[in-house]
């Protein structure tokens, strides 16, 4: 857009001038501070603007070349800082990665014991459990064996008595 204007501007002052050339042209006495000469004051003014604008120009090229150089420069800074970022973003999460799988092994060792520590505490308590009934059992083989010596016992006892008393009954003439 600056550039635009620059050029209408330089456009109508080239009309300007071609229009009135011959006004251009005349010779004019002109103080150089030295010496006076007889010079066309139009076209010496004209030289030192086009030579005002020639510098203008310069100086706009230098400060836009290096605003490109600064883009050029910043926008490297940018890429850089970017991929920066990205590679400390990739090894945060490789980080974190890392720290979970080893949070996750503790966890799944612990939860190993933890399974380890309850299969022996049940398998205590079944132990436990079947010594309580093979002590049950024995007791009850015990006792089944003193009720059988009992049993028996009381009937050998009583085969004994009803025997006598089928013999007394069978010779009850033999009593009297």
């Known amino acids: 857009m600056r550039y635009i204007v620059l050029l209408l501007v330089l456009l109508i002052g080239a009309g300007f001038v071609f229009i009135n050339w011959p006004a251009v042209n005349a010779p004019v006495e002109v103080n150089l501070l030295i010496t006076t000469a007889k010079a066309p004051i139009t076209l010496m003014l004209l030289f030192w603007f086009s030579l005002l604008f020639v510098i203008v120009i310069y100086i706009l090229f230098v400060q836009q070349t290096g605003s490109f150089a600064t883009m050029r420069r910043l926008t490297k800074e940018l890429q850089e800082q ?95």
Request: aromatic letters at 4%.
């Open 82 to 176: 970017r991929k920066l970022a990205t590679d400390q973003e990739a090894s945060r999460l490789t980080d974190v990665k890392a720290d979970f799988e080893k949070k996750w092994q503790i966890w799944m060792e612990e939860q190993k014991q933890i399974l380890s520590q309850t299969e022996q505490r049940l398998s205590d308590r079944q132990n436990k459990i079947l010594e309580a009934f093979k002590g049950t059992e024995d007791q009850i083989a015990a006792a089944n064996k003193e009720l059988n010596a009992s049993i028996t016992g009381t009937l050998d006892t009583m085969d004994d008595k009803i025997t006598k008393i089928l013999i007394a009954n069978k010779n009850p003439d033999q009593q009297q």
